[in-house]
């Protein structure tokens, strides 16, 4: 059962830390540490945190991209600009370092878990 529990907490941060990151695209750095913060805080361990960034990253840097070349990026249309691979960048190392001190938090916090 406490199996089962951990499962379910995987996979409700990694659809949080997600979509809270695609969400706010247009805060590139405080994107990926609001999302990371809440998904680790969510799965209450660093490192566990850090396996839900890495289930995370390669899908989110997809949308990401998708977002940062064609709806309103600083250099619309432009899909290899070294900008558009610094945003996508910036987003993903804010959220693995949101996600490690998220983790943190939820660690300290003890047996008090999230539904």
């Known amino acids: 059962m406490e199996s089962l529990r951990q499962n379910r907490r995987f996979v409700s941060a990694s659809i949080t830390m997600g979509l809270l990151t695609a ?15 809440v998904g680790g805080y969510k ?12 289930v995370v990253i390669p899908p989110l840097a ?12 600083p250099v619309f249309g ?6 558009v691979i610094t945003l996508i960048s910036t987003g993903c190392v804010g959220l693995l370092l949101g996600a490690v001190l ?10 008090r878990v999230l539904p």
């Open 43 to 54: 799965v209450a361990s660093p490192l566990q945190a850090v396996y839900v960034v890495l």
């Open 78 to 83: 432009v899909p290899y600009h070294p900008s």
């Open 23 to 37: 969400s706010l695209f247009f805060i590139p750095i405080v994107n990926g540490v609001v999302g990371g913060a």
């Open 102 to 111: 998220g983790g943190i938090a939820g660690a300290a916090r003890g047996s």
């Open 62 to 73: 997809i949308v990401l991209y998708l977002i940062y070349s064609t709806a309103g990026a």
